[in-house]
């Protein structure tokens, strides 16, 4: 079996993702912002506050998820 395209794994409240093609780009909410630094939210289509980044297949990884966050998008991109 082939590995999957994406592949999300969350522990501790902790979301892990993996990208396996280039030719996508997978969109991330993480709704858990309690003690997030403001400047890191964003707000959702339904007025919800979140921290929302990108993930593409790079071949590396980021040791902070939210270093990549895209503030303040609000379409993914190619829209």
């Known amino acids: 079996m082939s590995p999957p395209d994406v592949q999300v794994i969350v522990e501790g409240g902790v979301a ?6 280039s030719d996508i780009t997978v969109e991330v ?4 912002v309690e003690g997030s630094d403001d400047d890191l939210l964003w707000t959702n289509e339904f007025g919800d506050r979140c921290v929302r980044y990108f993930v593409t297949h790079t071949g590396e990884q980021s040791a902070d998820p939210h270093e990549n966050a895209e503030q303040p998008i609000t379409s993914p991109p190619g829209d």
Do not use: G
Request: aromatic share 10%; net charge neutral; no cysteine.
């Open 29 to 32: 909410r993480d709704y858990d």
């Open 16 to 21: 892990t993702i993996t990208v396996n093609r």
